[in-house]
């Protein structure tokens, strides 16, 4: 065969003497986090937050008394025993090779890169950490009382209906799984009263009653089933609140420090990320759990 005449520079040849554009690293991972961004956080000193209940008892009043009766006494009582929330720490440790970050810092800087990372990830963990704690989280900590079965599996109208009437005093937020919300959405459809949406920071969340259905991927689906809540928040409605640290050393953010830590004899640096969180339910029935959620369940239409 006769080889081919280039009459031009081509592009394979050119190739190595182009630039190009990058971006920074992706990561699947980062969600929104619209659970720590709808929630009220309060500042917490030295790392503990006392939640202060009364015992609730009937209280002895006269509306309209007669001048000849004495009034009745009564008086408020206080746990003695109230509870404490100390903070818990999300924390992790960054190493990066000097050599690494002195050779290979540009167009992007690599220790900035992947302190932004892992900064990501923590944040990830604590919104993770609020509602699935041991100690602390929501799912935890929901009082009996507030926690209500679905009728048939999937998430109904009525399901969410149940929902509001526990806890129905200035209900804020639903959070569900995005499969829970498109499962209730299949659900509404079928019975012909879509769901409504509002536009909140920018994005359009579906709503039920008046109420945004607001998502979160920390509310896991295990065997097709999963959980949502219902919550009151801020400390003035007696609601469910965030708490968070401020002023700490290093700080980049609301209870979150970045630290350096030194270079070893490995010319490994080190970075200690730390995140400082916790939550309280403030009254019971501030937060409601529908539990049982069936996120297959698809319907045919005729």
């Not at 790392?47 to 408020?76: K, M, Q, S, W």
């Amino acid at each position: 065969m006769a080889e081919t005449t280039h009459t031009a520079l081509g592009e394979r040849a050119a190739r190595p003497l182009a630039n190009t554009t990058k971006t920074p690293p992706q990561m699947l991972a980062i969600t929104p986090r619209w659970l720590v961004s709808f929630l009220p956080w309060v500042p917490v000193e030295a790392g503990t937050y006392r939640v202060n209940r009364v015992i609730e008892a009937p209280a002895e009043l006269e509306c309209n008394p007669h001048e000849e009766i004495d009034l009745p006494e009564t008086f408020v009582d206080y746990q003695e025993k109230p509870r404490e929330y100390p903070l818990q720490a999300v924390t992790t440790i960054v190493d990066v090779q000097t050599r690494v970050s002195d050779l290979y810092r540009s167009p992007y800087d690599q220790i900035r890169e992947q302190l932004r990372l892992t900064v990501e990830k923590v944040k990830e963990r604590q919104e993770g950490e609020i509602i699935n704690n041991a100690e602390y989280g929501l799912l935890t900590n929901a009082a009996p009382s507030m926690r209500v079965k679905t009728r048939k599996g999937s998430p109904t109208p009525d399901d969410f209906d149940e929902l509001i009437a526990r806890v129905w005093k200035e209900p804020a937020f639903f959070f569900a799984h995005p499969l829970a919300i498109a499962a209730f959405g299949r659900e509404c459809t079928y019975r012909g009263v879509p769901p409504p949406t509002v536009t909140l920071f920018g994005s359009p969340f579906l709503t039920w009653r008046g109420i945004p259905i607001v998502p979160t991927d920390k509310l896991y689906v295990n065997g097709g089933k999963t959980n949502v809540l219902l919550m009151r928040v801020g400390d003035k409605k007696q609601g469910v609140v965030g708490l968070f640290q401020p002023g700490l050393p290093g700080e980049v953010s609301p209870s979150l420090s970045v630290r350096f830590m030194g270079i070893n004899r490995k010319a490994l640096a080190s970075y200690l990320v730390s995140l400082y969180c916790s939550t309280a339910i403030l009254v019971e029935d501030a937060l409601g759990v529908l539990e049982n959620v069936e996120v297959g369940n698809y319907h045919e239409y005729k």
